[in-house]
């Protein structure tokens, strides 16, 4: 298995790169997370162009205050933290947009975002939670192509097959030239590695 060494071991060390103003960092942070704040942004009624703007405004804000998030405590959750920076950003849009006449997405994409439930103090309580839609699993899916890199091809094959495809691990290991004991090491190390990049995202 080829890895990068310790960089993004964890969703806490990549924080810690991003305040450390690392450009590696803050690519990974936004292909993770921004595709989250912009189906936040379009759950809020904004039209695709101006979810955009928006989310470009959420990521602006996200490195200005980043150095004041902590992940201590119970409550703590970069999803939720990035979630109230959303809210907050299509809130000042709303504004904005009502100082202009006949402002597009006024007054209905308004009572869209006020039907929005505000988010419990822990932060899970965003719009993916109500719409049922699996934030965790859509971060999950973006973090594997992430770390695909970080993996040799048969490690990756093996992973795949036994975790996505569910193929048991003696058939993947007869397809691979493997032993299913690999196999099953093959898939516990992505997994691990998986688990450690969303620990606390």
């Not at 060390?13 to 936004?30: G, M, N, Q, T, Y």
């Not at 950003?89 to 904005?96: C, G, W």
């Not at 594997?144 to 003696?170: C, H, M, S, V, Y």
């Amino acid at each position: 298995m080829a890895q990068t060494g310790n960089s993004f071991s964890t969703s806490a060390s990549l924080i810690r790169r991003v305040k450390a103003r690392d450009p590696e960092a803050w690519h990974r942070l936004s292909r993770l997370y921004g595709p989250l704040a912009y189906r936040w942004t379009r759950q809020c009624g904004l039209q695709p162009s101006d979810a955009a703007d928006v989310v470009q405004n959420v990521f602006f804000s996200v490195s200005q205050s980043v150095d004041r998030y902590s992940s201590q405590g119970p409550k703590a959750s970069f999803r939720g933290w990035l979630w109230t920076i959303t809210r907050n950003a299509v809130r000042e849009f709303h504004r904005q947009q009502a100082t202009l006449p006949q402002a597009e997405g006024g007054t209905d994409a308004q009572i869209r975002f006020q039907e929005v439930a505000e988010p419990l103090d822990n932060g899970e309580d965003t719009p993916d939670s109500q719409e049922g839609f699996d934030a965790t699993a859509s971060l999950a899916h973006r973090a594997l192509g992430l770390i695909k890199g970080d993996f040799e091809p048969l490690t990756w094959d093996a992973f795949w097959r036994t975790t996505i495809d569910n193929q048991p691990a003696t058939e993947v290991g007869a397809a691979l030239g493997m032993s299913a004991k690999a196999v099953r090491q093959a898939k516990y190390r992505v997994l691990c590695r998986l688990r450690e990049v969303l620990a606390d995202g």
